[in-house]
């Protein structure tokens, strides 16, 4: 995979993680607003975000990052700001999870422990997407050599995308469905 396919790969998935989150914010905007929402929607988002994007884009990210800081030392600090909102992001997703499960289980005491969860975690990925975006996967797509490139994607597959790849998993049909335009 070359340089501009892995860098269109990082932006695309950035496109469909907003989409998700777009569609979490819907549903917890119901939630706030007493509305009925659907927790499975809200569990599947979350549940997709902490497994594939934590497992197989940051992991991905953060090889792409590393290449970025040896050819840039001068970027060191926005690459290490870059992992440790990524594991930020990991423990804020594995609240929210929490959250969520508590309140589907019946736990009416936790909505408003659920909204500030999902609230806190909506916003610390929108913004961490953004960031990325400005500061680093334009500047990796255009200095970052072919070799270097099939460096991360050695280093850290692609990986099986249960909701945007070839063969999405029956699990997710419905967050699919609410997702594509």
Not at 37 to 59: A, G
Not at 127 to 155: F, G, K, M
Request: proline share 4%; with cysteine; net charge negative.
């Amino acid at each position: 995979m070359g340089a501009e396919d892995t860098a269109t790969v990082w932006h695309r998935e950035h496109v469909y993680f907003r989409r998700l989150l777009d569609l979490l914010q819907a549903e917890v905007e119901r939630l706030r607003s007493r509305e009925p929402c659907s927790f499975r929607l809200m569990l599947d988002i979350v549940e997709y975000l902490r497994v594939y994007s934590d497992r197989y884009h940051h992991t991905r990210e953060d090889v792409v990052f590393e290449v970025v800081a040896a050819r840039h030392p001068r970027l060191r600090p926005q690459v290490e700001r870059f992992k440790r909102e990524h594991r930020a992001l990991a423990r804020t997703g594995d609240e929210l999870l929490r959250e969520l499960n508590e309140v589907a289980e019946g736990r009416v005491s936790g909505v408003q422990e659920l909204q500030l969860a999902a609230e806190d975690y909506l916003a610390g990925y929108r913004r961490h997407i953004a960031a990325e975006e400005d500061e680093l996967v334009n500047l990796a797509a255009r200095t970052l050599s072919a070799e270097e490139w099939q460096s991360v994607a050695d280093a850290a597959p692609l990986g099986f995308d249960p909701v945007f790849g070839a063969h999405p998993h029956e699990r997710y049909r419905e967050l699919l469905r609410r997702v594509t335009p």
